[in-house]
């Protein structure tokens, strides 16, 4: 991919870069495909963090700059001090601090109903199968997301052509829910943090299990099932 751009040094647009993966040879990737993009029209100041926990700290540092573009594994140790599971938690909160970030999300799953979830709760600019993941692929992501377009890889834009008749949708109430039975956490305790009734909590389940096609009661069979389909 070539870029026609002739800019002087005098008018580089400066942008600002939050990587937060966990895998340190993945960030050194994103970042040489980004100091590749277009060196005669930007310049990119890069923060990188390679878990919730530090992740969650740079978001929320007052030094912090307005970030431009952030890139988001989801699956990394979570900050469970801050109710931070995930990169898609790291993606609300940090479209909540700064709302005009362009949020790219990277995911081993492979899951329609994950992936529908993602686009559903985070609408991000980008979302990227990791094993569609070439440095072309990262560049064209890029580029695409500069030019306030979204990108979808090819894995998920199969995905999303597929028939939807298995789709299964749920909301935050219920990755909530899911999230507490994990930690062993009862219905009744729940009703600490989730502002929904104890059998509101309970018909939830339920459907959960309905959904799920958990043929008995079992709430561990549930939590065995909702984790294989990347729900919480």
């Known amino acids: 991919m070539t870029f026609d751009v002739t800019a002087s040094v005098s008018q580089l647009v400066k942008k600002n870069i939050l990587i937060v993966d966990d895998h340190p040879f993945i960030i050194e990737g994103y970042k040489n495909a980004i100091t590749r993009y277009n060196p005669q029209q930007y ?3 890069i923060f990188q963090a390679h878990d919730c926990k530090s992740g969650y700290e740079i978001i929320e540092d007052p ?4 970030f ?3 890139f988001l594994d989801i699956s990394m140790p ?4 801050k ?3 995930s990169g898609e938690d790291l993606a609300k909160l940090l479209l ?3 709302p ?9 799953y492979t899951e329609l109903l994950k992936i529908k979830t993602i686009i559903r709760s985070i609408q991000p600019n980008g979302l990227i199968i990791k094993n569609d993941l070439t440095f072309d692929e990262l560049l064209l992501a890029f580029d695409k997301v500069m030019k306030n377009e979204k990108y979808y890889s090819q894995s998920v834009v199969k995905m999303l052509n597929q028939s939807t008749h298995n789709a299964i949708e749920i909301d935050q109430y219920d990755k909530q829910i899911l999230i507490h039975l994990a930690k062993g956490i009862s219905s009744n305790d ?3 943090n989730i502002p929904i009734s104890l059998n509101a909590i309970e018909k939830r389940k339920k459907h959960l299990k309905e959904l799920l096609k958990i043929k008995n009661n079992s709430d561990d069979d549930l939590l065995k099932e909702a984790k294989s389909k990347g729900l919480f």
């Open 190 to 192: 729940m009703l600490q």
């Open 63 to 66: 030094n912090s700059p307005q």
């Open 83 to 85: 109710e931070i599971f």
């Open 78 to 81: 979570p900050y469970e001090e």
């Open 100 to 108: 005009s970030c362009n949020i790219i999300l990277l995911t081993m």
């Open 43 to 45: 310049e990119f100041s």
């Open 96 to 98: 909540r601090k700064m």
């Open 68 to 70: 431009d573009i952030a």
